[in-house]
């Protein structure tokens, strides 16, 4: 009963977050299954990750700023991208810019539910620890991935030289957020809080502003609002 316990705490959370944000397309709900099939690319996502980071840390060793900037928020961050460009980024439901943050949120959340699951059998955790894991890393992995998809949606429909501009920030800014997470709670043992509450707030309160702006921009917002009038 305990394990089952755990277990729906690890994977809880995800389900949450995803179901919120899908919650928040105002004006063009993607399909369902689309955005099942993205969160379980996140899930697949695990395992070459994980082949990856024990490559890097063999190879560089263990200094934990390598780690947090490079192996961790690095990798992770780099790989979501590359599986949201290739495979998401020119799809035809991706017709809106808020469409980026939910697949973005859809590919990281289906990432850390696996690694939540794995923290809660690899060590043997409580549900008081996956309730905080809920609220940093889990809630952590949402917000790169708002930051992702919203410069990616405004990529996706931006002409001329800005294109690649936000679509570099599409990256960037996701790494550097990333990384800045796991220096704080790879290296700040005895403050970590004084530090990664702020941080987190801080990024929930942008998110919340990208969600918004990115609702605004789409192109679905008169249609809805001239069927409306008929009505």
Do not use: C
Request: aromatic letters at 16%.
């Amino acid at each position: 009963m305990l394990l089952f316990s755990v277990l729906a705490a690890a994977v809880a959370p995800g389900l949450a977050l995803l179901t919120y944000f899908y919650l928040k397309d105002r004006y063009d709900s993607e399909p369902l299954h689309m955005v099942l099939r993205v969160f379980v690319m996140g899930i697949l996502m695990v395992l070459p990750v994980m082949i990856i980071q024990r490559g890097m840390m063999l190879w560089l060793g263990d200094n934990p700023y390598v780690e947090s900037i490079l192996i961790s928020g690095g990798v992770e961050e780099f790989v979501k991208w590359f599986v949201l460009y290739h495979i998401i980024y020119n799809h035809t439901e991706f017709d809106e810019p808020y469409d980026g943050i939910l697949y973005a949120v859809a590919v990281s959340l289906g990432f850390a539910t696996v690694e939540n699951v794995l923290y809660a059998f690899a060590g043997n955790a409580s549900v008081s620890a996956m309730f905080l894991r809920a609220l940093l890393p889990v809630s952590g992995h949402a917000m790169f991935a708002v930051i992702m998809g919203y410069y990616m949606g405004r990529a996706k429909f931006t002409d001329g030289k800005k294109k690649r501009w936000f679509l570099m920030l599409s990256l960037l800014l996701p790494f550097f957020w990333h990384a800045l997470y796991d220096v704080i709670m790879n290296t700040m043992v005895n403050y970590w809080l004084w530090f990664i509450a702020p941080l987190m707030a801080g990024l929930w309160y942008g998110a919340m502003g990208k969600i918004t702006r990115a609702n605004n921009r789409s192109p679905f917002r008169f249609v809805k609002r001239e069927e409306e009038v008929k009505l």
